[in-house]
């Protein structure tokens, strides 16, 4: 027992030895001030390090890259950006035309305070193109929601609930679904619940996330399912998202694990076990 403790000791002290010695070393040399919350990361030249596009606020928020280098600098690419003029407010990196290079969503709130996106395609040479379809709204996410292999976009919709523009191609974003769907607030999850394949929506609801299933055809169907505001995790091994999240029961908080029976059904962890 003795031997034991001492055993754990020293591998603590290991431990703490190993912890103590990594060091972090600060390279924001060269970096613009910005809002961590708008800038956003992505590998644009495929050189296997990220690289940062962010708003710089000394410079009327003009969209800035920068490309990390080999020696951990920061390298600032030119782009056709004009600052300001777009009142571009957030920032996105992915590949919408499917040729292997990311491209860049952008989107902006002025100058007519409307807000809308634009899409900017990388070219080969490294660098942007801007596309001629500014489809309106606020970007939320993208993801492939009708599995044509290619990115559509959801946003908060200028006339009230949420919209999809449908990546199609040659039509760039022009086909687009409205749903009538109030979210209560701007989080959103994109999970595959009855595992056919497509993406369906989870939107905020009250304390709960209320699940709209993507019919695989451009619809999206409320089901009525009130999951809690957690983690989607196969908890139980089936192949099946069960959804993970804390409730208060009014003396404390609670783990609750609503287990995924298929089809959308859900069983309560709390109904067998009174919680964890
Ligand atoms: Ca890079
Ligand atoms: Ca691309
Ligand atoms: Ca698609
Ligand atoms: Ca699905």
Same mark, same amino acid.
């Given at each position: 027992?003795?031997?034991?403790?001492?055993?754990?000791?020293?591998?603590?002290?290991?431990?703490?030895?190993?912890?103590?010695?990594?060091?972090?070393?600060?390279?924001?040399?060269?970096?613009?001030?910005?809002?961590?919350?708008?800038?956003?990361?992505?590998?644009?030249?495929?050189?296997?390090?990220?690289?940062?596009?962010?708003?710089?606020?000394?410079?009327?928020?003009?969209?800035?890259?920068?490309?990390?280098?080999?020696?951990?600098?920061?390298?600032?690419?030119?782009?056709?950006?004009?600052?300001?003029?777009?009142?571009?407010?957030?920032? !996105? %990196? $992915? =590949?919408?035309?499917? @040729? +292997? /290079?990311? &491209?860049?969503?952008?989107? #902006?709130? *002025?100058?007519?305070?409307?807000?809308?996106?634009?899409?900017?395609?990388?070219?080969?040479?490294?660098?942007?193109?801007?596309?001629?379809?500014?489809?309106?709204?606020?970007?939320? !996410? %993208? $993801? =492939?929601?009708?599995? @044509? +292999? /290619?990115? &559509?976009?959801?946003?908060? #919709?200028? *006339?009230?609930?949420?919209?999809?523009?449908?990546?199609?191609?040659?039509?760039?974003?022009?086909?687009?679904?409205?749903?009538?769907?109030?979210?209560?607030?701007?989080?959103?999850?994109?999970?595959?619940?009855?595992?056919?394949?497509?993406?369906?929506?989870?939107?905020?609801?009250?304390?709960?996330?209320?699940?709209?299933?993507?019919?695989?055809?451009?619809?999206?169907?409320?089901?009525?399912?009130?999951?809690?505001?957690?983690?989607?995790?196969?908890?139980?091994?089936?192949?099946?998202?069960?959804?993970?999240?804390?409730?208060?029961?009014?003396?404390?908080?609670?783990?609750?694990?609503?287990?995924?029976?298929?089809?959308?059904?859900?069983?309560?962890?709390?109904?067998?076990?009174?919680?964890?």
């Amino acid at each position: 027992m003795r031997q034991a403790f001492k055993a754990g000791f020293l591998l603590i002290s290991f431990l703490s030895l190993e912890l103590h010695s990594q060091t972090f070393v600060d390279n924001s040399v060269g970096l613009p001030r910005s809002y961590g919350w708008s800038t956003s990361l992505g590998d644009y030249d495929a050189d296997g390090r990220l690289d940062l596009l962010c708003f710089d606020s000394a410079t009327l928020f003009e969209p800035s890259l920068y490309r990390l280098q080999e020696d951990r600098t920061f390298a600032k690419v030119p782009l056709p950006f004009a600052p300001n003029n777009q009142g571009w407010v957030n920032s !996105a %990196w $992915a =590949d919408f035309n499917g @040729d +292997g /290079r990311l &491209d860049l969503l952008l989107s #902006s709130s *002025s100058p007519s305070n409307q807000a809308q996106a634009a899409i900017w395609l990388q070219n080969p040479d490294g660098t942007f193109s801007e596309q001629p379809y500014h489809p309106a709204g606020n970007p939320r !996410a %993208w $993801a =492939d929601f009708d599995n @044509d +292999g /290619r990115l &559509d976009i959801i946003s908060d #919709s200028p *006339s009230g609930g949420l919209v999809i523009y449908w990546n199609d191609p040659g039509a760039g974003f022009a086909s687009a679904t409205q749903l009538p769907i109030v979210s209560a607030g701007r989080s959103l999850d994109l999970v595959d619940l009855d595992n056919d394949g497509d993406l369906d929506l989870a939107l905020p609801s009250g304390a709960y996330r209320r699940i709209y299933r993507n019919d695989g055809y451009r619809h999206f169907v409320d089901t009525g399912v009130l999951l809690g505001s957690g983690v989607f995790a196969d908890m139980n091994g089936d192949g099946l998202l069960d959804c993970v999240y804390s409730k208060d029961i009014g003396y404390g908080w609670n783990t609750i694990v609503q287990f995924n029976q298929g089809n959308f059904r859900f069983t309560d962890s709390t109904a067998d076990t009174g919680g964890l």
